[in-house]
């Protein structure tokens, strides 16, 4: 069945090809590139300075839903990438030394500025060190954004990045941009920004409806895309959000499922929260693995890795650095482990779950490190079934269909049964 | 009409089958090695549990005099091997057939020498086994037709000559896959009938035995007591067995499980997941437990349970065979000795190597090694064993660790040397906690299916 095409789609689409046109003429329009990561982007700062984004994982994944992913990997490999690295870096290594062709086709224009803002991904750091070993011409903008150990973020961890902003980052910006940092600019970009976010933050509470209108994970990834790729802050994304989100309001009012490849789900059978990111060299397999079963996923970790809103964090344009400080610390896999299973435990409960899965990625150590531990701690705090699967990012090696298949089909019959079993006792 | 409830575990080694009665009691087992083609293995199964079947309620008729006079206990048993060696006796006279045929359209110049060696093993073998499913019990040591034929089919041809080895040893492999996917179909009453006779063959040999003189083991009360008694018996079961022959065995419903599930011919609401199996059939005989090990030839699983018997979580061996079953195949097939032996000479271990290999194919690599050594190889089976071991506890921790409980499962909980590592780690690890193991540890998917079976009939009938 033909995908079904909502304005919000089309304005997604728009977006994103006009982002890769730019990107495409930079070299003649004389604009500045700035390669960054989504975890903690500074998405803002970037648009005060007139930045254009490029984000390598971004482009790794969708490479991989292109299926160019395996090529690049093997690319990477050759030149002495071992087989555990992760696969993004990988694919996106790759991809640079095969001419750096985007997944649109489009070339991609060399990096001005390299400027890693979320340094609790160690690999991401090394990531950057190697692609300034291939662009030595590049400005490098690393801030060290400190861990929430404490389940927290303190004044002082802001102050601490603040200074990173005002005397590192904000200073070489200028310089390789030629413009002045502009604060009104800046704040115009964050009274934007807060507003998308709210729009997403009702968004993903839309699957608090029963039968949820979206799946929170597999049509997630999509909805977070404008946002996290350098569009949070801009009217468009505003637009956006609305839109989609008075799509969704009307698939509510019409008691309507989610929409998948192949249509609309027709009936919501169990209704999970999902932990870690997808495979994209699957993604349509493994999603179908899903709403064949009638699983329709109402929460996910992975949709909140561009920044939790769950727990009313926005953007503020009255304390502008302070804020963009915040953003770093707040992404969810810089929270510490109590924090994430709070927040999971929070989306279970509030959302209505029926099951928690964790989809663990070999070679992501940002996502899996704590990851069995959480779902003991879930498993034993909410006595809610869990099940674990394992692939990878964007190396069609590490996923084993039939493997997935085996554990997933065995946890959904955990559930059938569970609801046979519930549904007796209370008669 | 009663109602009974089958359960397949098709499994990568073994396909089980299971019947339950209405009360979840299990009336009849059965098991076959595992081939190509899986309706065959899960038919052959299915068959076998019914036969068991009917040896049950036919127990069960005469069950007071099972009780109370030892002649039909042993009676009893002694007609089950027998009538299993019914059953492989016909299988057999169709490999033979499809031996010579084989060996018929050889191209080798002496084809006809060949031929004549392959008749005089089997006239030699022919005897032997069957002499050990009469007087040997054969039939109640679980082994599968192609390992009875082939144990001493290659025994005899290493006898026989290095120009005969490759030719007969080709003949078989060439004749022994087809006839073993190939369905034959027997009558319960007729080999009934067959096993009695061959039974008194053998009580009536007895006697003449022992008016020889000769010194026989047999000589014990059971033994005793039948031989001079099985006329009776003989008489009793006659009233009784035709009656058990005839009785429809009624399945009202099968669940299908295990490693080759989706290929079986059932419908897809009677297709379940081996990990919900596995658990429920050890909570069904077990109720406290709450952990489940369950070490299978594909694959190796670690379960826990609520206390209702449905799984909470589980973890799975995933991408390598090491710490499965299969890894103990691989093995044997490196040592060039049976699967049934490996236990037991590691248990005869002074010591266990270290293993340190996760992957399958490179302990072959390591075990090599430590036979260029000089190492013992019980020491070496040891080590592998207690390698297998650890993987299994490394998934136990993974799914939860041991929470109350635990229930052992599965083909390789029959191996000792398995066995002795899983109570030693899970001690260390865990403390003292109840580990069961049951006889029955093989059958436990099969048992789950079944009972997945009888209650989805009774959730669909009118209360």
Same mark, same amino acid.
């Given at each position: 069945m033909e995908a079904q095409k909502e304005r919000s789609m089309i304005l997604q689409k728009e977006m994103v090809s006009g982002l890769f046109n730019e990107l495409g003429r930079a070299k003649e329009t004389g604009r500045k590139v700035c390669?960054?990561?989504?975890?903690?982007?500074?998405?803002?700062?970037?648009?005060?300075?007139?930045?254009?984004?490029?984000?390598?994982?971004?482009?790794?994944?969708?490479?991989?839903?292109?299926?160019?992913?395996?090529?690049?990997? &093997?690319?990477?490999?050759?030149?002495?990438?071992?087989?555990?690295?992760?696969t993004y870096v990988k694919c996106d290594v790759g991809m640079m030394m095969k001419g750096n062709f985007g997944p649109t086709g489009e070339k991609i224009p060399e990096p001005d500025i390299l400027l890693l803002s979320y340094t609790g991904c160690f690999t991401f750091l090394k990531w950057f060190e190697t692609l300034k070993r291939l662009y030595p011409n590049a400005e490098v903008i690393m801030i060290h954004t400190p861990y929430q150990e404490a389940g927290k973020m303190t004044p002082e961890m802001t102050q601490y990045m603040v200074r990173q902003f005002r005397e590192e980052v904000i200073p070489k910006m200028e310089k390789v941009t030629g413009i002045k940092y502009d604060e009104e600019k800046l704040k115009y970009h964050l009274n934007l920004a807060k507003e998308a976010q709210d729009w997403i933050a009702k968004i993903f509470e839309t699957t608090k409806h029963k039968p949820s209108p979206i799946d929170a994970y597999f049509a997630g990834v999509y909805y977070i895309g404008p946002i996290n790729i350098g569009f949070r802050g801009t009217p468009e994304a505003v637009e956006y959000y609305k839109a989609l989100y008075e799509e969704i309001m009307e698939?509510?009012?019409?008691?309507?499922?989610?929409i998948t490849p192949e249509g609309e789900m027709k009936e919501e059978k169990y209704r999970l929260v999902v932990e870690g990111p997808p495979n994209w060299t699957s993604f349509r397999e493994f999603w179908k693995l899903f709403y064949d079963m009638g699983a329709v996923i109402v929460a996910s970790s992975y949709t909140k890795v561009g920044g939790v809103y769950d727990l009313g964090w926005r953007h503020d344009s009255t304390r502008p650095l302070e804020s963009l400080s915040e953003y770093c610390m707040n992404c969810y896999t810089n929270l510490n482990i109590p924090q994430r299973i709070d927040l999971l435990s929070k989306c279970i409960t509030e959302y209505s779950a029926d099951g928690y899965v964790t989809n663990s990625i070999k070679s992501c150590n940002s996502f899996s490190a704590g990851q069995l531990g959480m779902m003991r701690e879930i498993e034993d705090r909410l006595e809610i079934p869990v099940g674990f699967i394992e692939s990878d990012l964007v190396d069609p090696r590490y996923f084993s269909y039939s493997n997935i298949k085996n554990r997933l089909e065995s946890f959904f019959q955990m559930l059938e049964q569970r609801k046979k079993i519930v549904k007796t006792e209370t008669v | 009409m009663n109602k009974y409830y089958l359960g397949i575990d098709l499994g990568s080694t073994t396909s089980k089958a299971v019947i339950i009665d209405e009360n979840d009691q299990i009336i009849g087992r059965g098991i076959t090695n595992t081939r190509a083609n899986y309706k065959v293995a899960a038919d052959i199964a299915r068959e076998e549990a019914i036969y068991d079947a009917r040896f049950t309620l036919l127990s069960n008729i005469i069950k007071t005099d099972m009780e109370a006079k030892p002649e039909f206990k042993k009676y009893m048993e002694d007609i089950r091997t027998v009538f299993q060696y019914q059953q492989f006796k016909r299988r057999m006279e169709i490999l033979e057939e499809k031996l010579v045929k084989t060996s018929e359209a050889f191209p080798y110049p002496n084809k006809n020498e060949i031929i004549d060696r392959l008749k005089s093993i089997l006239n030699v073998i022919r005897p032997q086994i069957r002499h050990e499913f009469v007087h040997g019990g054969l039939g109640s040591k679980n082994q599968f037709f192609r390992d009875i034929v082939s144990e001493r089919y290659n025994l005899e041809v290493a006898k026989a000559g290095k120009e005969f080895y490759e030719p007969l040893m080709l003949a078989f492999d060439k004749s022994i896959t087809p006839v073993e996917n190939e369905m034959v179909q027997y009558n319960f009453k007729e080999l009934i009938l067959e096993s009695m006779k061959v039974l008194e063959e053998k009580y009536k040999g007895l006697a003449d035995e022992q008016e020889d003189g000769s010194k026989e083991d047999w000589y014990y009360a059971e033994l005793n007591a039948v031989r001079n008694n099985y006329k009776n018996v003989e008489l009793s079961l006659r009233e009784h067995f035709e009656l058990v022959a005839e $009785?429809?065995?009624?399945?009202?419903?099968?669940?299908?499980?295990?490693?080759?599930?989706?290929?079986?011919?059932?419908?897809?609401?009677?297709? &379940?997941?081996?990990?919900?199996c596995h658990a429920f059939g050890a909570h069904a005989v077990f109720p406290n437990t709450r952990t489940v090990l369950d070490i299978g030839g594909q694959d190796t699983k670690a379960i826990q349970v609520d206390s209702h018997g449905l799984v909470t979580s589980f973890h799975m061996n995933d991408r390598c065979a090491a710490g499965c079953g299969r890894y103990l195949g691989y093995i044997a097939d490196e040592f060039g000795i049976s699967l049934n032996e490996l236990g037991p000479e590691a248990m005869s271990a002074t010591k266990e190597t270290t293993i340190c290999s996760t992957c399958t194919v490179f302990a072959g690599a390591e075990v090599k090694e430590l036979i260029h050594n000089g190492e013992e190889r019980p020491n070496i089976l040891a080590g592998l064993h207690k390698a297998i071991v650890q993987r299994a506890m490394s998934l136990i921790a993974r799914s939860?660790?041991?929470?109350?409980?635990?229930?052992?499962?599965?083909?390789?909980?029959?191996? $000792?040397?398995?066995?002795?590592?899983?109570? $030693?780690?899970?001690?260390?690890?865990?403390?003292?906690?109840?580990?069961?193991?049951?006889?029955?540890?093989?059958?436990?998917?099969?048992?789950?299916?079944?009972?997945?079976?009888?209650r989805n009939v009774t959730a669909a009938l009118p209360a």
């Open positions: 390669y960054t990561f989504v975890p903690g982007n500074l998405s803002e700062l970037i648009r005060t300075f007139d930045l254009l984004p490029v984000y390598p994982e971004i482009n790794a994944l969708q490479s991989a839903m292109r299926k160019k992913s395996a090529g690049y990997i &093997k690319e990477a490999e050759k030149n002495a990438h071992s087989e555990d690295v992760c698939r509510v009012r019409l008691g309507l499922g989610p | $009785q429809e065995i009624h399945i009202a419903n099968m669940v299908g499980t295990g490693y080759g599930r989706a290929l079986l011919p059932f419908p897809e609401e009677c297709i &379940k997941s081996e990990i919900l939860g660790g041991v929470k109350n409980e635990f229930t052992f499962t599965g083909g390789v909980a029959r191996n $000792q040397a398995v066995l002795k590592y899983v109570k $030693q780690m899970v001690t260390e690890s865990y403390g003292e906690v109840t580990m069961n193991i049951h006889t029955d540890s093989i059958f436990m998917g099969a048992l789950g299916g079944a009972m997945f079976a009888r």
